[in-house]
């Protein structure tokens, strides 16, 4: 919540425990899936967004849940899928191109399902319009001082 409220995008300290990992695995789910619901016709980058998620977490999530198919398409310059995907692919020289371009597909019944079970459970649920917090700024620093410290014989 708090780095919406930034409007940055976060992800856990890492490396996270295996409690800790299947803790975010199941909250990256949930939010992937409210961002879904809310605008199926989101790309990634608006994921990210309106999650506060990292690229990476998106990533992780769609792929995990089967709802990201990657392709090369010749007709996108540059192409749309972020560097995220990419970083640890190489393409060996005797096959086709690295994909490009991805889409995200998913059943709407399915999401909405998922949601209701969730929902059913009736976990506490925080109001982000009830937040009240203000960034930690540092100022800089300022010398109290400017005499050079005096050694001993001087």
């Not at 809310?38 to 792929?63: F, H, N, W």
């Not at 969730?118 to 976990?123: R, S």
Request: hydrophobic share 35%; aromatic share 10%; net charge positive.
């Amino acid at each position: 919540m708090l780095t919406r409220k930034e409007q940055r995008l976060g992800t856990p300290e890492k490396p996270l425990s295996d409690l800790g990992f299947l803790t975010y695995r199941s909250y990256w789910k949930l939010a992937v899936f409210r961002a879904l619901d809310a605008d199926p016709s989101c790309t990634l980058e608006s994921i990210c967004l309106r999650t506060g998620m990292k690229m990476d977490d998106v990533l992780y999530t769609l792929q995990d849940n089967r709802m990201l198919d990657v392709f090369y398409n010749p007709a996108s310059e540059g192409g749309k899928l972020p560097v995220e995907y990419l970083s640890s692919k190489v393409a060996p020289e005797d096959q086709k191109p690295l994909p490009n371009d991805y889409r995200i597909y998913f059943d709407a019944d399915d999401i909405r399902a998922h949601l209701r079970k969730h929902d059913a459970k009736n976990y506490v649920r925080v109001d982000p319009s009830k937040l009240r917090w203000t960034p930690f700024l540092m100022k800089p620093q300022t010398l109290v001082n400017d005499d050079p410290v005096k050694t001993k014989g001087t």
